[in-house]
Every structure is written in C-alpha cells, then in structure tokens.
C-alpha cells in the first residue's frame, strides 16, 4: 500500500485481481478500469493526471479507494453497480464522482457494516444499488450538487443513514444536496448538512398504499440550506425532528406528508422555521399526528387566525414551528425544567384586536402518559386554532396593542382544591381592554355546554385593583389567581350553580381615596358598568358585567372612600375600610 505499482495503461487495458491488496497508480491519462478485485482486502486506484473510468471494481471484505485528480465516472453508462466492496471511498479532485446523466453506481457495505464517503470538485452523483447506505461524507468543493440515492435492488432495507460516529458532513458551497432512500433516512445529531442551495430529502417513492406503513425519517444535527424540504411517501409516514440546528440563514425547513396518516414528532428548530403539512391523510380515523417537544418556555404568537410555537432555553430562540393539514395536536407543553408558558397576540406585529379564550381542562386524558385531571391543563383558543396544553406552572399572555378580549376559565374541582396550579400574568397592553372569568361562548370539542366558570365548585372571588389604572388581581382561593396589567373592564360569568355550588364576589378598594360606584340596575356594558372605582380624574378600572353572583361586597381600603350605590336584584354589603384620616366634617372620612 505504501508502494503502489506505477502503470501507464492505455484505455480499457486494466484488469487485475489479487487474492490480497490491489495498489496502482496512473502516472500520466485516464485510468480505464475494466475490472479491479481483492479477494480479502482492499482496492486502491489512482489517477494523477487524468480520471478514473470504471467498469467493475470489487473489494468484498476491503476498501475500494478511487482518487482521481480529475473525475471518477462510470465508463459503462448503465445502472449496474461499479464498485463493491465493504467501504467505498471516491475522490474527484478537479472532477466529479459521476454526473447527473450518468451517476456512479456502487454497493457499499458489501459482506458487513461498511459506508461510502466522496469527495469531489464539482459535484457527487451516486447510487447505492442495493441494501443500506452508511454515508460517512460527501464534499463538493467548488460549484456542484451533491446526489445520493439508495435504491432497493434485492435487499429486505433500503435506507440511507448519516451514524453518530466520525460526525458525518455533506457540504456543497454553491448546489442542491438531494437524498433519497426508498424506506428511511436517519441523520444523527452529530451529522453537518451545509448546502448553497436547496436541500431536499425524499424517501419511499415506489410506495403506493396509503394503508401501509410508510417512510420514516429520523433528522437531527445541523442542516443549512436556502430552503429545506423532507417529502414523505404514500402510507404512514414518521417523521421525527431532534436537536436540529440551522445556523447559517436557512429560509425555512418543511416536512411535507403525502397519502396516509402520518405521524410528526418534531422539536422547534434553532435559528430556522419550521413548517409541517400533513397533506391529505386519505385514511385513518385520527388522521395525520403532530407533537411538538420544547427544550425550554412554549411560547406561542397568535393573531388572526394563525398560530407560531417557539421555544427559548437561556439566550436562544427557535424559529418558529406551524403546521397545516393537521387532524390531531398533541398537547403542547413546555420542558419540565422550565415550566412557563408565554403567549403573544398581534404576532408580535401589527395591532390587532385579539380574542383570546383560555379553559382549563384536562387535556392528555386520552393519551398513554396522560392524567386524570387538569393540572396544569388548558386550551388556549386563539382565531380557529384550539391549542392544547399542559405541564404549565407559568402562564405569560400579552395581547400588546389593540383592543383585546381575553377570557379565563381555570380548571377546578373539590376533590383537589387549587391543583390547577398556574400562575397566570396578563399584560393586555393599549386599547380598551376586557378580562372575562368564566366562558359564555361555545367552542367545539372544548365547552360545548358554555355556562360561565367551572360547574360545583363554589368560588369566592376577589377583586383587587392594585392602585395603577387597569392593574390588580382576580384571586380565587383553590382555585386561581390572575395578575393583571392594562386591563379596562373585567367580568365575571359564574356557573348557575344547578350542581349545588354558590358564587361570591368581593370587590376591594385601594389605600387611596377611591370613589366606588356600584350600580345593579346598569346594562353591563362599557358605557354602563356595573362597577367603576376611580380616584379623582383616574379610572382605575370598571366590572362592566358579572352573572350568577349570589352575592357581592364592597370593600374600601385605608383612604377616604366614596361609595355610591343603586341596588338591584341582589344584595349588596358595603365595608368602607379603616382610612388614615377622618374628613373635616363630622361623619365624614369613612
């Protein structure tokens, strides 16, 4: 091997075989392989000056190593294998290994687990004729295109596999990068796709029954690319994403479904969109799956009738993952480590009045991990996207600007008081601002009955502006509370009690002279509130409606109060607080 034997072959003149190592070096013109074959070990042929041609090259239990200092090509332009042999190694330096019209066939991993790995100056078109291919690398130096397909030929598995070990890379500086593979791709988080152009990965595409199991791909490592496209086959296809980073401008990754329900199990992507389009899933009666894993905060934009999920772990976050054509979403949640759930209106851009219903529910009853209860559970509906979600101990939801209507409804029950254990922050941001607790609107598959806040429970509810105009909280003892900032009216739809609950409100002043009006026989509207606590020219914040109250109380803090009152259908109890100074008549300050 140290000491190849030099020739000067003329075309179609070399053949040789050897019971041990096959070691030849051109010195001068194309190398015109007619046959090359080491019966135990490997094939080592070198072009210095010119290409290598080949018709047959075998290395059953060895290395079959072509280095040419221009291309190695097929010389028989068919689409029998060149080359076999345990591991195939190819170099174009100038050149190419093979072309599009005429890729270079070979057969790697001929005896036992092998791989293939190509370098070249201008491209890299191959196919592995039959079985798996194991690719340890491929590099086009120059302007080229990286091809690779694997084809069935008379193996039982035709996949095409980038292994964790020696950190595997494809890179082409300025072409496409296309994989194919007719049943699974599998790239390791270890693995390096870096591409000028597209990236398109393709797998299953003789596939005609919808009903069978499909394609699977397995996708994790870095992979850059102006655009990013995983085609699915016919049948049911699973596609899992992990750990996959994009750091150099990729525009978006998409993993496109096909015929068949298909299954998507993806994480957000670093520095990169990602899209997922189930397709049309033809059969099943769940149709096609997505489940969205985070590695850090869920964070969620919504506006209109579009929905981003991203995810942020220290300094960085995801691009942003949506999905079409999608019949079944598995909760979302955030890490376990991590805990918070972050919502966005407007999507993050221009201002839009955001209706936004928050229910909680349980939401993972039907699934193999899931629980008995609403523990940290809700649906977030947002537009026409219901978004379910759990392991939420945080709940972060900012409308920004607009005039925004959010509604909470929080999960309870008398078995576990308070285990719905969300802490939930609002920030509602400009406009004229409504915050509704409990829901009234009918929303399919998640309240149909839409009868206000949870049914046999008895809440007593507080509310406690906080002094600064639209800020305070709605505390429900065992059951939630809610913090909120640019907030106008709040609401309050209470549950009949036909299940035996009774509902209370309670009403707090602040430690300033507030001025409280409280009129029952009002319309329960913005321009008629129940309830307005102002102090002097402030608002500080309205009930513009509550239902189902057996009972409300007013109360004022430590200033000089004013309570103002028109009683109406039920009774009202007044409790003007301890002031700090009394007035300057008498009777007056309380």
């Known amino acids: 091997e140290a000491n190849p034997f030099d020739i000067l072959a003329g075309p179609n003149s070399l053949t040789v075989q050897s019971q041990f190592g096959v070691y ?69 330096t100038s050149g190419s290994v093979g072309t599009v019209a005429n890729p270079i066939e070979f057969n790697s991993s001929l005896q036992s687990e092998g791989g293939f790995r190509a370098t070249a100056g201008t491209g890299i078109h ?36 980038l292994p964790a070990v020696d950190n595997p890379e494809i890179r082409t500086t300025l072409g496409n990068v296309t994989l194919a593979a007719a049943d699974s791709i599998r790239i390791a988080d270890t693995s390096t796709i870096a591409a000028g152009g597209f990236v398109q990965i393709t797998v299953g595409t003789t596939r005609k029954d919808a009903n069978a199991a499909g394609a699977e791909f397995e996708i994790g490592g870095q992979i850059d690319g102006f655009n990013v496209l995983v085609n699915g086959s016919v049948g049911r296809d699973t596609f899992t994403l992990r750990n996959v980073r994009a750091i150099q401008g990729t525009t978006q990754i998409e993993l496109l479904g096909d015929t068949g329900a298909d299954f998507f199990d993806v994480q957000p992507v670093l520095a990169a969109p990602l899209h997922i389009n189930g397709n049309d899933p033809l059969t099943g009666p769940d149709g096609d799956r997505l489940i969205i894993t985070t590695a850090g905060t ?23 993952v949506t999905w079409e054509n999608i019949e079944q979403l598995d909760p979302l949640s955030p890490s376990a480590g991590s805990g918070v759930t972050n919502f966005t209106g407007d999507n993050g851009g221009t201002p839009t009045a955001d ?16 629980d008995a209860d609403g523990a940290g559970e809700f649906y977030l509906v947002c537009g026409e996207n219901v978004i379910p979600v759990r392991g939420t101990r945080t709940l972060n939801l900012n409308t920004l600007a607009g005039d925004d209507r959010v509604t909470i409804e929080p999960w309870a029950d008398n078995v576990a008081p308070g285990a719905w254990d969300i802490d939930v922050r609002l920030d509602l941001g400009a406009g004229t601002d409504d915050l509704v607790y409990g829901n009234t609107t009918v929303i399919a598959g998640v309240d149909e009955a839409a009868d206000g806040s949870v049914a046999a ?64 026989t009002a319309t329960g509207t913005d321009a008629a509130p129940l309830v307005d606590i102002t102090r002097g020219q402030f608002r500080l914040l309205q009930v513009e ?46």
Request: charged fraction near 15%.
């Open 24 to 92: 030849i070096d051109q010195l001068q013109g194309d190398l015109h392989v007619v046959k090359a074959r080491s019966e135990e070990d490997n094939v080592v042929l070198t072009a210095r000056q010119g290409s290598i041609l080949v018709n047959k090259v075998e290395a059953p239990l060895g290395v079959a190593a072509l280095v040419a200092s221009d291309s190695v090509v097929d010389n028989l332009n068919d689409a029998n294998s060149n080359i076999d042999a345990r591991v195939v190694s190819l170099a174009g």
């Open 126 to 161: 191959g196919v592995e004729t039959a079985g798996t291919l194991r690719l340890f690398g491929a590099t086009v130096t120059g302007a080229g295109a990286v091809n690779l397909v694997v084809n069935r030929g008379n193996a039982s598995v035709a996949d095409l596999i």
């Open 298 to 320: 869920l964070d969620l934009a919504c506006g209109g009738n579009s929905i981003l999920v991203t995810s942020t772990v220290g300094a960085q976050t995801s691009g942003a």
């Open 355 to 370: 209706v936004i219903t928050v229910v909680g529910a349980n939401v993972d009853g039907r699934l193999p991990d899931g």
């Open 457 to 520: 429970v008895s809440e007593d509810i507080v509310l406690a502006p906080s002094g600064t105009p639209g800020a305070g909280q709605v505390r429900v003892p065992n059951v939630a509370t809610l913090t909120f900032t640019g907030t106008e009216d709040v609401s309050f739809h209470l549950n009949n009690g036909a299940a035996g609950d009774s509902d209370t409100l309670q009403i707090l002043g602040t430690n300033f002279d507030d001025i409280i009006t409280v009129d029952l």
């Open 545 to 590: 409606a509550f239902t189902n109250v057996s009972a409300l109380s007013v109360a004022g803090g430590l200033g000089a109060d004013v309570f103002n009152v028109t009683p109406g259908a039920i009774s009202v109890f007044i409790d003007g607080g301890d002031p700090i100074t009394l007035g300057n008549l008498p009777g007056v300050g309380g």
